[in-house]
């Protein structure tokens, strides 16, 4: 029996014309602090005047960025779609070093292996995503995410862009009031 096609659910919420991107490495602790803003973000600017895109930025001093960017687009996959994806980003958000090596290169995790973060992944979000974090056709997702950031000369995270432009002097630190300004300008 064969598999259906793979289809990744978007990582957007909102359905403005106004476009806010996010570039986020989820175990970065300043990506962290920029996701947990955007919900508010959301609701202060309007579901109807801006689409939030989240876009993945795997970074390898964060050494299991590239495991962790895999299950959250796996999950997006499921038929929860991006709704699931979310729940991946929370937990890692929420239990951010239990998937970080101290100072990025010892600590606990240092005997920790792939399969056992994609299983604390599911044991904190819920989400069970071992399968399609198998496909391996999951890697042209990836690909993109990893594309789309080069192509618009994104290397750190957060970055952030309005309307397809980097906007180098937003930081994770800002109030969401200014981000909601820059946003509508």
């Known amino acids: 029996m064969s598999q259906q096609p793979l289809h990744a659910d978007p990582l957007s919420w909102g359905h403005g014309p106004r476009t806010f991107e996010v570039f986020l ?15 508010a973000l959301l609701n202060e600017v309007g579901e109807e005047k801006v689409t939030i895109k989240i876009r993945l930025q795997s970074q390898p001093w964060h050494m299991f960025s590239g495991v962790i960017v895999r299950c959250i687009l796996a999950a997006s996959t499921l038929p929860e779609g991006k709704a699931a994806a979310r ?10 070093e239990e998937f970080e090596f101290t100072d ?39 690909k993109w995410h ?10 750190v995270s957060p970055t952030f862009m309005v309307n397809g432009l980097v906007q180098a002097d937003l930081g994770s630190g800002d109030d969401i009031g200014v981000w909601a300004q ?4």
């Open 25 to 39: 490495e989820p175990t970065c602790p300043f990506s962290v602090r920029a996701f947990n803003k955007l919900d």
């Open 87 to 96: 729940s991946v980003l929370k937990a890692v958000a929420d239990h951010r």
């Open 104 to 142: 990025h290169c010892s600590g606990p995790n240092m005997d920790t292996t792939p399969q056992q973060i994609i299983e604390r992944i599911e044991k904190y979000s819920g989400v069970k995503l071992a399968a399609a974090f198998a496909r391996p056709e999951l890697q042209t997702e990836i």
């Open 146 to 155: 990893s594309k789309y950031a080069r192509q618009n000369g994104i290397h």
């Open 182 to 185: 820059r946003i509508l300008a």
